[in-house]
């Protein structure tokens, strides 16, 4: 998925060294054929009472098993409104050898990016895979500081830049924070279904401040919007018995935030539900599974997978009810080639008595096939 005409010979060199690399190690004697593997190693759960610290906790955590990094917004540019997410993510496998060698994938990176515009009809998007290591790729502990071959996510001089040199597109963005951080569940654990450890470190950055360059067809135009990031780390993020979730984030006209998600089971009802909302003055309201309900008002098939979407939605969380309808219907995202799936993600506006009163994005996974982190 590299974009050929701009990727550098040390950037390519760097790539084959890794890709190459199982056949560079040094061939086994014969007593270490015989050594017995070792148990693959624990992963770090996730534990009630966990206090979130920042900025610690906004970089890598490496002894979980997954990680992600999300930003998703609106910009508004001579183009018109346009979406745009950019995601990172960290999977640590599950290594049964205590194999030295520098070309053990002991983390692996995936990185995503897509525009959706009304004007295009579908996502232009692209996405990245590398292990760690090697300069290829990488996550930081102590502050954001992400990595894929040149995309990027850091942290610089107080706000957040993403440097993404995609095929079809170029964003060189920075986020800058005008809340703080909005804890996700029982003060940033965010529980994913009954059993304690089906859950999440989670917290999310609503309001973002958005300014920067976008790039398409050569041709670079200051952009301006905002966004949402959501930061999230876990070990045993899915029941077995969960199937995909829906995920939904909105930063508010009046300046408040609504976070809501819920799990799904094999027949499509909701299998587990949560989420917040930040009042404009500040307040925060944490909702239970009970206080979430997801009904789907209109559906999408999509051609190219023939999986269903349901793009529109009415949406309750406690007391508040909106209704939800995408920028566009085809928003389909095609990621077998970094994370092995194919889901929905796209831009959203938020509707209260047909007026908008909101934007944001809408995540639909596990409606091709199970999602399986």
Same mark, same amino acid.
Do not use: E, G, Q
């Given at each position: 998925m590299r974009n050929r005409k701009n990727a550098s010979p040390t950037l390519s060199r760097r790539r084959a060294l890794a890709l190459l690399g199982g056949m560079l190690v040094a061939p086994q004697t014969s007593a270490q054929v015989n050594k017995p593997r070792l148990p693959a190693p624990a992963f770090a759960p996730v534990v009630p009472g966990y206090s979130l610290r920042f900025p610690q906790d906004e970089g890598n955590h490496p002894g979980f098993r997954t990680e992600w990094w999300y930003v998703t917004g609106w910009l508004d540019s001579g183009s018109g409104s346009l979406g745009f997410q950019i995601t990172f993510f960290r999977f640590r496998p599950e290594l049964k050898s205590d194999n030295p060698s520098a070309f053990t994938?002991?983390?692996?990176? @995936?990185?995503?990016a897509a525009i959706s515009d009304p004007a295009h009809g579908a996502l232009q998007r692209d996405e990245r895979v590398a292990r760690e290591g090697f300069a290829l790729a990488g996550a930081g502990e102590g502050r954001v500081g992400v990595w894929v071959d040149d995309w990027s996510l850091k942290q610089e001089n107080g706000v957040y830049r993403a440097r993404i040199p995609a095929r079809d597109f170029s *964003?060189? *963005?920075? *986020? @800058? @924070?005008t809340q703080p951080p909005l804890l996700q569940g029982n003060g940033g654990v965010s529980r994913k279904g009954p059993r304690p450890a089906s859950a999440s470190y989670y917290y999310s950055l609503p309001q973002l401040k958005v300014q920067g360059m976008l790039t398409r067809n050569g041709k670079a135009e200051p952009a301006v919007g905002t966004a949402w990031l959501d930061h999230e780390w876990s070990s045993s993020y899915m029941d077995e018995r969960a199937v995909g979730w829906d995920w939904l984030g909105i930063n508010l006209a009046d300046g408040g935030a609504l976070m809501v998600f819920r799990m799904r089971e094999a027949q499509g009802g909701k299998f587990w539900a949560g989420g917040a909302y930040r009042a404009p003055d500040g307040s925060t309201r944490i909702f239970e599974s009970g206080d979430v309900d997801f009904m789907p008002l209109r559906r999408w098939r999509s $051609?190219? $997978? =023939? @999986? =269903?979407?349901p793009v529109a939605w009415r949406i309750t969380a406690g007391t508040l009810r909106i209704d939800v309808s995408p920028l566009m219907d085809d928003q389909e995202n095609d990621t077998r080639a970094s994370t092995g799936t194919i889901y929905w993600e796209g831009a959203v506006r938020a509707l209260q008595d047909g007026k908008v009163v909101g934007r944001g994005y809408l995540e639909l996974t596990g409606y091709w096939r199970r999602l399986r982190l």
């Open positions: 994938p002991r983390h692996i990176m @995936a990185a995503h *964003f060189d *963005f920075t *986020f @800058a @924070a $051609s190219r $997978s =023939a @999986a =269903a979407y």
